[in-house]
């Protein structure tokens, strides 16, 4: 504790607290107050957030801010707080965008505001939880939470199939969860702790592992999602109000992935390279057969959706190939997609409010009379595509490194994702902001207002600062990513 | 040290009778159209009883009567959390009864009749005496049943409860005469002793065992004995389902322990195979037909078949962890039930029941309050943490694999999502859809600031479960450890 004060418990438990506080404020009535306190909440909840960054050691990959208290005494189990440089950086973009959701549902948001901010202030604590957990049933705990949030976000400001979106979001999630759960358990009873750390020291055997291994994929893959088990991300994608899309596709994505960096693959080491090949080849059909799926959408909510499937399908690619190249890129493709999907969603969501259809046949010409809103979209429709100078190629070329190395085969297919992505994006952005103006709703459209400028703006800052100049990320993976790479490179039979 | 003075450990049962003695005659005379006299009287005879078991508490095991009669740290905290149940089974239900004309000095004086029931199963020592008190306990409630005498589905509902519960009876009856065929005893600790020093005959006990573990699934309500919960629980006034849905759950949990792990534990291997078939059983029943259930309270018989699954899966792992996780278990699943229920009858009104799951739709809109509380208690029934009933399940699960019953868990675990569905079907009915009806509620005010408690309670235990789940394993290893 350098600060003196729990940092870490802070950055959880102040936008619960503040999320509760929004909920006092009750009905409508009161909404101007629930959407003050929930700037204020989200807004502090960044700026604790920042001193995790400044007083960051860089040269260590050990746990730090570290909290250590007993939970409950009869399972061993501990309040074990502490973020290494990976989970870091997740706490400081999941903070972020909780401030970006909160000022883009300002508006837009009418009914019960109150328990939309609210929500979301309390998922944005929980999912803080499940990144700085270092206690296997504290990240359980945070992990399920926080589906009760996203559930109801779905669930009652989504689209007109949201019931079955929300549910099905739910049972997809909850299922891989239990199966990880009886793992967690497995694991206790093999090491007499619920320490994820002490859970990286623990020898086991090869089939051990590989169980292990799959009840991981279980709970992990849902979340990431990885192909086949990811139909349930359009479906939930395209009903979800826009914050709850920018939280889904920007934060909870990471958190499957992470999932795999912190629990399956120090874990279970012997089982990640035996399987390793099942899952370069699941992440390769994500990226080239839902790139392709991707093409065909005419929704563009859908597009994006199978775009971050498609995005995700990198993440994996790079973790499973072993290397530094591919693990860094990883990582580096997590934040930036982070940041790009998130700034589509927002993007689709600025037409959506004022048009009220997601469908690409429904605009066309959208530059003519939102010019500043085009030139924004632009820049993110290019990050998405990877163009050099934006944050989405350096993750991806990274991994593309990384994969020639093990095998050119790799990497031609997974760069077939340059062609694929930029193809469908630009032309979903060809088709809705270039040629004539369509109709009527289009011409009668008004151009983005400050309040959706400071938002685009900040994204938009943020993708080309990561795609310029990524060193002062990097340099906080660095010590994490080598250590994992160790991790990894010792057998644990 | 005079006679008087050596029944401390009954105080609690002693004060009891004479106090629904009391209650029983005072109704008679200072009954108003509320029973307010008679009503706080029972509440503070509850507070009393719970006086006297915390300050007669010592910390060794005390016997009495010949060894008939047990007081250890188990049978204390079971009463007392007990006497709680009844006590909150009151508060949610005075209004509702009082409305439906049912709210009657028989009442009153059966309530407390079914827990002196209770009470004596949890602090019996003897074959008999559990017999004894379960009879107490099932005749009262039988009684309880049939008190809407002009509702002919609860008059079924009693009429079935009644048959299916004295069979359940014989069952138990002749298991325990073979039991003591083959020991020659029905004192607890001594068939125990005798079975461990191999002078049974162990065919004859198994029979009995067989016997014993059909009547004990019946008395739990657990697959294959299930039939009469879901129509049981239908059919009686709210009230009443609270009443047999709680307490009881308690005290059948003290009958599995005295009966299956004091006294049969020898014969584990035994008894261990036929719960495995009986929870997984009671877990698919239970949370399958569920899903097609559209009376709540129906919907909730068929969940507790489910939980009761689950928390047998806590007593075949045979270990201390898996006793604690089961008592926890049984702790979290009445606090869960009186909620649920205690909700039913908080807006129900004359003549409408709120008992068709539909009658949550919109819930949120006509109070956030309610239906956040109603989702903490379907999260918690669904077992998603942070609520209680996450640990609960944690619990027992955790003991089960630790005795290798990987597959069972697994099991467990794939039937628990099936139930999730309908638990998340409430909170969508809830929250996701319109309301059929803008009436506007009219809430009691003791009834919902104890439905808030009750709420509250399942998330911060949920949030800090150290000290409930050390009170279990402390309580079930002072019982055991005399083995």
Not at chain 1, 80 to 89: P, Q
Not at chain 1, 303 to 317: D, E, K
Not at chain 1, 341 to 351: D, E, S, T, Y
Not at chain 1, 438 to 452: F, P, S, T, W, Y
């Amino acid at each position: 504790m350098i600060f003196g004060y729990p940092l870490l418990s802070v950055v959880i438990w102040l936008p619960i607290v503040f999320g509760g506080l929004v909920l006092a404020t009750g009905n409508d009535r009161n909404a101007p107050l629930a959407r003050l306190i929930a700037l204020l909440g989200a807004l502090l909840g960044l700026l604790v957030a920042l001193p995790l960054y400044t007083g960051f050691d860089r040269m260590t990959s050990a746990m730090q801010f570290v909290e250590l208290k007993p939970w409950i005494t009869m399972f061993n189990i501990h309040y074990h707080l502490g973020v290494d440089g990976i989970s870091l950086l997740l706490v400081l973009l999941n903070c972020f965008f909780t401030l970006i959701v909160v000022i883009a549902g300002w508006q837009v948001i009418e009914k019960r505001v109150a328990q939309y901010m609210a929500s979301f202030l309390i998922m944005s604590g929980l999912i803080n939880g499940v990144f700085a957990s270092l206690d296997a049933v504290l990240f359980y705990v945070f992990w399920e939470a926080m589906l009760i949030p996203m559930f109801i976000i779905i669930g009652v400001w989504g689209g007109p199939n949201r019931v079955y979106a929300a549910l099905k979001f739910f049972l997809y999630t909850l299922l891989g969860s239990l199966l990880m759960l009886v793992a967690l358990l497995y694991l206790y009873f093999k090491s007499g702790s619920f320490s994820i750390l002490d859970y990286y020291q623990l020898p086991l055997p090869m089939n051990a592992q590989i169980l292990i291994f799959i009840a991981f994929f279980m709970a992990f893959a849902v979340k990431v999602p990885m192909f086949p088990v990811h139909t349930w991300l359009p479906d939930a994608h395209v009903e979800a109000p826009t914050g709850g899309s920018v939280i889904l596709a920007a934060i909870m994505l990471k958190v499957g992935a992470y999932g795999f960096i912190r629990f399956a693959m120090p874990i279970a080491p012997d089982a990640s390279h035996e399987l390793s090949g099942v899952m370069i080849a699941l992440s390769l059909i994500a990226v080239v057969y839902i790139g392709l799926v991707a093409l065909t959408q005419a929704d563009m909510k859908k597009l994006v959706a199978y775009s971050s499937i498609s995005h995700m399908g990198f993440v994996t690619l790079g973790l499973f190939l072993f290397n530094a190249y591919g693990m860094e890129g990883a990582l580096l493709q997590m934040i930036s997609h982070g940041f790009v999907a998130g700034a589509l969603f927002l993007c689709i969501g600025v037409l959506y409010d004022r048009v009220h259809s997601r469908q690409i046949v429904d605009y066309g010409g959208v530059a003519n009379t939102m010019p500043v809103f085009a030139a924004f979209f632009m820049l993110f429709a290019m990050a998405n595509s990877g163009l050099p100078g934006t944050s989405g190629f350096v993750g991806e070329f990274m991994v593309i490194l990384g994969a020639v190395k093990v095998n050119f085969w790799y990497a031609f297919a997974a760069a077939t994702t340059m062609v694929f992505g930029a193809a469908y994006t630009l032309w979903m952005y060809k088709r809705v902001i270039f040629g004539p103006v369509a109709n009527d709703h289009v011409k009668h459209l008004h151009d983005i207002g400050g309040r959706e400028k400071l938002v685009m703006l900040s994204l938009a800052v943020a993708v080309l600062l990561v795609g310029l100049y990524p060193l002062p990320l990097s340099e906080i993976l660095h010590a994490s990513v080598n250590d994992l790479l160790v991790h990894l490179a010792r057998s644990k039979i | 040290m005079s006679y008087i003075a050596t029944l401390l450990p009954a105080y609690a049962e002693i004060f009891l009778l004479c106090m629904i003695g009391v209650i029983l005659i005072a109704d008679q005379f200072v009954a108003g159209q509320n029973r307010t006299v008679t009503y706080f009287l029972t509440q503070l005879t509850l507070l009393g009883c719970s006086l006297i078991t915390v300050s007669t508490h010592v910390d060794s095991i005390a016997h009495l009567f010949n060894g008939m009669f047990v007081d250890d740290l188990m049978s204390d905290v079971l009463k007392l959390l007990t006497y709680l149940a009844v006590s909150m089974m009151l508060v949610y239900s005075r209004s509702y009864l009082i409305v439906r004309g049912l709210f009657t000095g028989e009442f009153l004086g059966l309530t407390l009749l079914s827990m002196l029931g209770m009470m004596v199963m949890i602090s019996a020592s003897n074959f008999v005496v559990l017999y004894i008190g379960l009879e107490i306990q099932a005749l009262s409630l039988y009684a309880m049943v049939a008190l809407q005498r002009d509702s002919a589905v609860a008059s079924e509902a009693a009429m079935k409860y009644f048959v299916l519960g004295a069979m359940a009876s014989g069952f138990l009856l002749y298991g325990m005469s073979m039991i003591y065929g083959g020991t020659g005893s029905l004192d607890v600790q001594t068939i125990s002793a005798l079975i461990r020093d191999g002078q049974a005959n162990t065919m004859l006990l198994v029979f009995g065992l067989a016997f014993l573990v059909a009547g004990l699934a019946f008395k739990l309500g657990v697959a294959p004995f299930h039939m009469w919960v879901p129509d049981v629980y239908h059919g009686a006034p709210t009230a009443m389902t609270l009443l047999i849905g709680s307490a009881p759950k308690l005290a059948a949990f003290a009958f599995v322990m005295r009966i299956l792990v004091e006294s049969l534990q020898p014969l584990m291997i035994h008894w261990s195979g036929m719960l495995v078939v009986l929870a997984v059983l009671s877990m698919a029943v239970g949370n399958i037909t569920a899903i097609a259930q559209t009376n709540i309270k129906r919907m909730f018989a068929y969940s507790t078949i489910a939980h009761m699954g689950f928390l047998l899966v806590g007593v075949l792992s045979g270990t201390l962890d898996g006793y604690s996780g089961a008592m926890f278990y049984a702790v979290a699943y009445v606090l869960m039930t009186l909620g649920g229920f205690g909700m039913v009858m908080l807006l129900s009104r004359e003549g409408f029941e709120a008992d068709k799951i539909d009658d949550y739709k919109g819930l949120n809109q006509r109070s956030p309050w309610l239906a956040l509380m109603m989702l903490i208690l379907m999260f918690s029934m669904a077992g998603v943490p942070p609520t209680i009933g996450f640990y609960a399940k944690f619990s027992v699960l955790s003991a089960a694999v630790q005795t290798g019953h990987i597959t069972l868990v697994v099991i467990a675990v794939l039937l628990s999502l099936v139930g999730a569905f309908y638990y998340l079907r409430i909170v969508k009915l809830m929250y996701f859809d319109a309301p059929e009806s803008h009436e506007k509620l009219t809430l009691q005010p003791d009834s919902a600031l104890l439905i808030s408690i009750n709420g509250l309670a399942v998330l911060l235990i949920g949030i800090l479960p150290n000290a409930l789940m050390t009170v279990c394993a402390a309580s079930v290893q002072q019982s055991l450890l005399l083995h």
